[in-house]
């Protein structure tokens, strides 16, 4: 028996030694990115055309202070706001209507426009027909749930030329109230900032070194149109992915850059809208079930075994070796943070209980998509 045994502690021990090695490199590659990332550069009078495209649905809760920053944006010599309708059933077109009235800019409000074709998102069904009559050289597509700051889009517009790309998607702040936020939200910046090589993302046309928010994107029309934008992928439901990999096909560039002081945003309220915001979604976002599977794997490997293996009944070494994960893990989780203005302590602690969270959340996301009850805000999603 006693062979038995030190075979299983050997075992454990390679398990959450290899475990921990994998989140400390991540946590190398982290700090790297950090250092890395592309930062918005100061603002000055842009002289181009600038088109800002934002889709809305059932938004009377919430578009105010997007509108209202819109309405204060700086540095622009000439802006148009495009805002379609996709038959919100509140007062969302009436308050557009009422922020809007004094603009000092154009402003088109598209309503009672053709529904979404079969085969086609919603949202990118409505980017696209915004795209079609807008006019500026740079599209820049926005939710209705993100505030900017004075010369965010103006910022965005010179950091894209200056760096000569033809996509970026400034990450804005995300603001998290709630427990289920505080767990699940910051996962999303720690993830490309971990795994993402972002300056070889720039112009790399792998699918998989790609990473947007379609928060807020700016792109230049004259690649959008020549690459099909939207319409290259309709049904994707990760649209802003989607863009951005149709955009490097095409033969340009972009990437995630950090937008923590140009936009802030609250994704999610609560429990139930954050379950399914990310249930609608996470089935497509590496590919098939293996691969979300393969990657689910990876990260309990990497981010749950090497803290479990830190506070159970074990001997000393694999106690020490799982530790040594979970610190770095933390350690990655803490830098993130303060770089993009989030809550560090406690909530870095937690780190295990969000990847098992987004482990469970992928699950339901396949359970949902292979008996085709995807929704969101009441629309069915192919």
């Given amino acids: 028996m006693g062979g038995v045994s030190r075979l299983i502690a050997s075992i454990a021990h390679r398990i959450v030694v290899i475990g921990s090695t994998l989140a400390v490199l991540g946590a190398i590659h982290s700090l790297i990115n950090l250092k890395l990332i592309r930062r918005p550069m100061s603002a000055g009078p842009v002289q181009e055309k600038v088109s800002v495209l934002l889709p809305v649905l059932n938004e009377a809760d919430r578009i105010a202070p997007t509108l209202q920053s819109l309405l204060a944006q700086e540095s622009l010599v000439d802006l148009e706001l495009i805002i379609r309708d996709d038959g919100s059933t509140d007062q969302t077109v009436e308050l557009i209507n009422h922020l809007t009235r004094n603009a000092k800019f154009q402003v088109n409000v598209i309503t009672n426009d053709a529904p979404a074709p079969t085969g086609w998102v919603s949202k990118s069904w409505s980017c696209y027909q ?61 993830s490309w900032l971990t795994f993402l090589p972002l300056r070889i993302a720039e112009r790399a046309k792998n699918p998989a070194l790609s990473a947007a928010n379609g928060q807020f994107i700016l792109v230049d029309a004259a690649n959008y149109h020549a690459s099909g934008g939207h319409s290259a992928n309709p049904a994707a439901v990760l649209d802003d992915i989607a863009l951005l990999r149709t955009i490097k096909n095409f033969g340009g560039s972009g990437v995630v850059v950090d937008g923590t002081e140009l936009a802030k945003t609250r994704m999610y309220r ?74 560090t302590f406690p909530d870095v602690m937690t780190h295990p209980l969000a990847i098992l969270g987004y482990v469970g959340l992928t699950e339901l996301s396949w359970y949902r998509k292979l008996r085709n009850k995807l929704t969101w805000r009441g629309k069915k999603l192919p």
């Fill in 270 to 343: 609560n429990v139930s809208e954050l379950t399914d915001g990310y249930a609608k979604s996470l089935w497509s976002a590496v590919g098939g079930k293996p691969q979300s599977r393969f990657l689910s794997a990876f990260l309990i490997l990497s981010y749950v075994i090497p803290p479990l293996a830190a506070v159970t009944k074990s001997p000393l070494r694999i106690q020490r070796a799982g530790a040594i994960g979970y610190l770095a893990a933390v350690l990655s989780r803490y830098l993130i943070a303060k770089r993009t203005k989030s809550r």
């Fill in 130 to 190: 915004m795209s079609k009559v807008a006019t500026g050289t740079v599209l820049v597509f926005i939710d209705a749930d993100v505030s900017f700051a004075p010369t965010a889009i103006a910022q965005g517009v010179i950091t894209m030329r200056e760096h000569k790309l033809d996509l970026i998607s400034p990450y804005p702040k995300q603001t998290a109230i709630t427990w289920s936020e505080r767990l699940m939200q910051p996962l999303l910046q720690w």
